[in-house]
């Protein structure tokens, strides 16, 4: 290991310092003591300031990689689906296949739809069971045990949750013996968002300083007294920003609904029975062999991207707010 | 004192001292369910309407024992008390006792400034509020800013975040705080150790204000700050047990302030308060 080592530095100074003949400096090696006495000026030429610049480019580089796909994927959806962006689109109901015109209204009404019925199941479980984890429970095994199946719920492919609430709710025809419904879809995306929702509360809640709620319990208030107007408050913009974030990653998801909220041609009929969302609709329309719905799949994209978009730049604003 | 609150459900129990507060009476009170015990058998009698001040070296358990006296420590886990504690001839470790109500009576000032994340009007309010408080809001936090000698600096700027405040201003906020629900007791600890002189003087100024009104149990690092607002001292110590491996906390001496400094009985106590000590 050691002569490896060596050969390593070795080389790698070799690589540096021999461009550097025609320094002056080159003839006395890395340091020239009378340089160091003289000038305290920084010396671009000297190894650990040549290391440094390689690896600000590297990563500099490897930043921009990161950011490309995002770049693309914006930059082909806008002109790809955003040329064709009308009103009449926004309101419009698609038309059969072989017909032009028409919209996507009630995809994104739907999408919209079953979005909020995921939030208003996921929200309430997921932030009082945050609450449990953080205020509750006594970190004994059953806390750690949700804790750990919250992280595999997680990790649980989403197409799986689609397949669970398919056999669980639309198989069982369980809701007025309708089986596809926006309902199983909303339940679907909420099974999604809860892990996000829990975990987030959970260590906004821990990052509330414990001599806050002390304050609290100091001056008289209860348990839940302190939860509900000072823990809670205190850690809302966490637990605000996750809730964001989840319901904008559930909002694209297409798989879960493709199995439970399914796809419908026309308005929304009614929270029990199928309907259309902007993701089904852009997987169904996305590989039929008309040029219009091609093109208004497009539009979909652009229109789902941008929602996605806002809602990150929302999440990002509610992150940014001052409480008093 | 507050109208709010219901004394009379309270049982009193046979041959109490009536100028007796808060009394200990063999308070052992341990960590760690019972493996690290912190302070042993403390009996103590802290008087009505005086200031009781416990000094001694770090780590002795003087926080332990405060937080004893209004069930601050059930919130440790793990944290478990023998003996008895009686306010008011009533013990506050009896099972049918509420915490929350042991607390509206027995407030508490933290070493660390802790305002609530609200503007400093709320800051007041919001004990009063809970506690069920229905006269003059305006009026109430008022008072009790001028209590806490921080109105002159805050009323201008009761909208303002409690953040807002220095240090030593927050640290009176949380006073004004803890006087606005009006308990019966204050408990402070080291209520100015992140405070400069002036600050800490102000705040000494308020203690002798407040003890026309409240029981105050205070525990200081600092000699002369005991000297000057308290009544009676006690001195903690820590003492090695005879079947018990590491420190003990304990109550050396207790007694009039005047005797503990001047003339204590014990020679631990009398290196202490003269600096010589450890
Ligand atoms: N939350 C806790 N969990 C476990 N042990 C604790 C806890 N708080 C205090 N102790 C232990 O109890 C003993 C007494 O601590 P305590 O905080 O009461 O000392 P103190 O006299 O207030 O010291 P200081 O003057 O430094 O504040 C110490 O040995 C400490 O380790
Ligand atoms: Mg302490």
Not at chain 1, 127 to 144: M, Q, R, T
Not at chain 1, 243 to 256: K, N
Request: with cysteine.
């Amino acid at each position: 290991m050691y002569w490896r080592n060596g050969l390593c530095v070795v080389s790698a100074y070799v690589i540096l310092e021999s461009p550097m003949t025609t320094s002056p400096l080159a003839s006395s090696g890395h340091r020239p003591a009378d340089v160091a006495k003289s000038t305290l000026h920084r010396q671009p030429n000297l190894p650990r300031n040549r290391w440094n610049a390689v690896f600000t480019v590297l990563a500099g580089v490897f930043a921009a990689i990161v950011v490309l796909p995002l770049l693309l994927v914006l930059a082909y959806v806008v002109i790809k689906g955003g040329s064709s962006m009308s009103l009449k689109l926004l309101t419009d109901l698609p038309p059969a296949p072989g017909m032009t015109g028409g919209g996507i209204g009630n995809a994104i009404l739907g999408t919209l739809i079953v979005s909020l019925i995921a939030a208003l199941i996921a929200i309430p479980i997921g932030v009082g069971g945050g609450i449990y984890l953080a205020e509750y429970s006594k970190s004994g095994p059953f806390a750690s045990f949700v804790r750990f199946g919250t992280n595999v719920l997680a990790g649980v492919p989403s197409i799986i949750c689609g397949v669970f609430v398919y056999g669980l709710i639309v198989a069982t025809r369980i809701f007025f013996d309708q089986s596809y419904s926006a309902m199983a879809g909303g339940i679907a995306l909420a099974v999604l968002m809860l892990p996000t929702i829990i975990k987030t509360t959970d260590e906004g809640l821990k990052l509330v300083p414990q001599e806050l709620r002390w304050g609290a319990i100091g001056v008289g208030a209860s348990k839940f007294v302190t939860i509900t107007r000072i823990t809670l408050p205190t850690a809302m913009k966490p637990i605000a920003t996750g809730i964001v974030l989840s319901i904008a990653r559930a909002a694209g998801e297409t798989a879960p609904l493709i199995f439970t909220a399914l796809f419908s041609p026309f308005w929304p009929e009614g929270l029990f029975n199928p309907i259309a969302s902007m993701s089904v609709l852009i997987y169904n329309f996305a590989i039929m062999p008309y040029d219009v719905q091609i093109a208004l799949a497009w539009a979909t994209s652009f229109v789902l991207v941008m929602m996605i978009l806002i809602m990150n730049i929302f999440a990002r604003y509610l992150g940014s707010l001052n409480r008093i | 004192m507050n109208t709010s609150m219901n004394p009379s459900s309270r049982p009193q129990s046979t041959n109490h001292n009536p100028e007796t507060c808060l009394s200990l009476q063999n308070v052992s009170i341990s960590y760690g369910n019972g493996k690290n015990v912190a302070v042993n058998n403390v009996f103590m009698e802290i008087p009505k309407g005086k200031v009781t001040a416990f000094i001694g070296p770090s780590g002795c358990g003087k926080s332990t024992v405060l937080r004893a006296l209004n069930r601050m420590n059930d919130l440790i886990e793990g944290c478990g008390l023998k003996g008895r504690v009686l306010f008011d001839g009533q013990d506050l470790y009896d099972k049918r006792v509420d915490p929350v109500e042991v607390r509206r009576r027995i407030g508490m000032v933290f070493q660390k400034p802790n305002p609530f994340p609200k503007s400093i009007y709320e800051n007041i309010a919001f004990g009063a509020r809970i506690n069920g408080y229905q006269g003059d809001m305006d009026e109430l936090v008022e008072s009790s800013l001028r209590k806490a000698a921080l109105w002159d600096e805050a009323k201008d700027k009761l909208k303002e975040s409690g953040f807002s405040l220095s240090g030593g201003q927050q640290q009176r906020l949380c006073i004004a705080r803890t006087i606005a629900v009006e308990p019966e007791v204050i408990l402070m600890d080291e209520p100015c150790s992140a405070l400069d002189p002036i600050s800490t003087l102000k705040i000494e100024e308020t203690m002798h204000e407040l003890k026309k009104t409240f029981t105050i149990v205070i525990v200081t690092h600092n000699m002369q700050q005991a000297t000057r607002v308290s009544d009676l001292t006690g001195f903690f110590n820590v003492t090695d047990l005879v079947d018990y491996e590491g420190k003990v906390g304990c109550l050396e001496e207790f007694g009039e302030t005047e005797r503990i400094f001047n003339s204590p009985a014990q020679q631990a106590t009398q290196d202490y308060v003269s600096g010589r000590f450890g």
